[in-house]
């Protein structure tokens, strides 16, 4: 019987001997890398961590001692060592398991961290907390790594934390980069051992009271004392910026060696006050298409060969990443003001093309979105023009720098934000549904939502020439469709579909749910209900060549992969209220409410963003509207054709 099936909790590990243990290791990498790669998921990451989450559970107590993870994305091992298992077949689909830390599926899930930084504070809330309700025998254990130390808002957590010597918080440093050089040997660990020791604590204060009250030289004996302790250990362990804060510091640990790491765990358990644990692992550990893997370690992967860790589908079609990250090198051939600013995100957001052609104008930040974009309203106030590009999620982040740094100073910065919209699997945090709620209250902003390749290249090259204001340019996470050329326009509003006769409906469509939109109007020509189908590109502002469309239709009918709650459907309407236009509007959009996981296509679904759906509630709120008039153009009996 394989190890791994006797594991149903924490608490059956701790009579596994060391070479059980080695077993179990290797079970979990091989049971990752087979269920992974037939689902997709985070694989890199928790390959990387096995003995380190092994480690943690040995030596604490789920959950009555809570474990945080940052970013949740590497919580996999967590999850099989927590009694899900059987899970795995259905991660990150509709109905299966969580690819993050997830309350409802485990009480061993504190804390649904999808976005990184945040688990620190998360975990000085907690410790402070327990030990306000005297609950002296747990410990708090944040589970920190994966670039997560490089946001702002974990080290704001660290100046804290520094100053509270008696929380019971142990953060365990996930250091999977390439920079650091292991301190190994007996005398790193007798180090560790006295520097987490109370009686080591004991005796400085001790010596820091006997010694400073000498007349005289006590006090500069005490300090010539205390800075021979900390340079001798600074020499032998490169413990930094830790120590400087105040925080007592282990490491750096072999995050491969379990016996290792549960010995530095116990230690920082044992010292009742916070202390860090550097451990140093490698991303994608025991897979060796995954070790070889220059570019991200296989941090995200889609279905692959769980042997050679090749794409199982050999079609390579483009995608609105590739588009944007085509015409950028081309924007920046002919415009040397150009720059280009991420989050640690240079190959998701396509922004290594640019980075590979413009070394020196491509800026990786870390993830560390407000500092981003305060950066680029720094660049801009010197006449370039920067691009800061992130998953849209993760602009969320940075709003208050968007609205006070860049919009109230009129910075010429353009925001683009790859996966906006519904995207799926990876669940509620990480639908890019807010942005245009969020950002279109900053005044004077720009936002194009285009629909196609053509309109993406179109709308990049004219938001990099607006040097007065901000611009924001959205695309989706599905497949880039086909082009969809307009028939006419009516000014700057592309026309895509007109039905003869006077029109009744105005459809308004936004981005990837053009052709959405599309749909819906042919269905209502179908029903006996004219309609035009426009696409305004930009749908901020909101122009007069749209408005004077709106006020020759009856309804005005709005679509948006963005929240409906203060969408630009909204917007627009609000809009036609300040000019007098009484057209009504039925907006479509997504509903004020975080999202399950599943695909893109069954969350549409689900939330009845079809072209089939919307047209019958179209049809229906016509019916109502024309309810009065007696002789209707609409025959009721042709609603059974639309359902």
Known sequence: MPLLERIQGPADLRDLTRTEMDELAAEIRDFLITHVSRTGGHLGPNLGVVELTLAVHRTFTSPHDPIVFDTGHQSYVHKILTGRQGGFDRLRQLGGLSGYPSREESVHDWVENSHASAALSW?????????????????????????????????????????????????????????????????????AVMRTDRRYEDLLDMIKRNISRTPLVGRPAYELLHGLKTGLKDVLAPQGLFADLGLKYVGPIDGHDEPAVERALAQAKDFGGPVIVHCLTQKGHGFRAAEQNEEDRFHAIGQIDAHT????????????????????????????????????????????????????????????????????????????????????????????????????????????????????????????????????????????????AQRLREALNAAVDIDDAPSLVRFSKDKLPDDIDAISHHGAVDVLYASAGRPRVLVVAYGQLVGTGLDVGRRLTQQGIPATVVDPVWALPVGDDLLDLVADHDLVVTIEDNCV???????????????????????????????????RGQILADLGLTGQDIARSVVEHMLRLDRPSVDSPIDPSRLQDSQ
């Open 565 to 599: 709650v203060g969408g630009v459907g909204a917007r627009l309407e609000q809009v036609m209220t300040d000019r007098e236009i009484t057209t009504p509007v039925q907006a479509f959009g997504i509903p004020d409410r975080y999202l399950a996981q599943g695909s």
């Open 123 to 191: 975990a000085e809330g907690m410790a402070k907390a327990l030990k306000l309700k005297g609950e002296t025998d747990r410990t708090v254990v944040a589970f920190v790594g994966d670039g997560a130390l490089t946001g702002g808002m974990a080290w704001e957590a660290l100046n804290n934390i520094a100053v509270q010597d008696d929380l019971r918080l142990v953060i365990v440093v996930n250091d999977n980069g390439r920079s650091y050089t292991p301190t190994v040997g007996g005398l790193a660990q007798h180090l």
């Open 309 to 452: 860790g090749e794409p199982l589908s050999s079609i390579v079609t483009a995608t609105w990443t590739d588009i944007f990250a085509e015409e950028l090198v081309r924007i920046g051939g002919r415009r040397d003001d150009v720059v280009a600013i991420t989050a640690a995100m240079l190959h998701p957001t396509g922004l290594n093309r640019f980075a590979a052609t413009f070394p020196d104008r491509t800026f990786d930040v870390g993830i560390a979105e407000q500092h981003a974009v305060t950066s680029a309203a720094g660049m801009a106030a010197m006449g370039l023009h920067p691009v800061v590009a992130v998953y849209s999620t993760f602009l969320n982040r940075a709003f208050d720098q968007v609205l006070m740094d860049v919009g109230l100073h009129r910075a010429g910065v353009t925001f683009v934000l790859d996966r906006a919209g519904i995207t799926g699997s990876d669940g509620a945090s990480h639908n890019g549904m807010w942005d245009l709620s969020v950002f279109q209250i900053v005044p004077g902003m720009h936002m194009a939502a285009p629909r196609d």
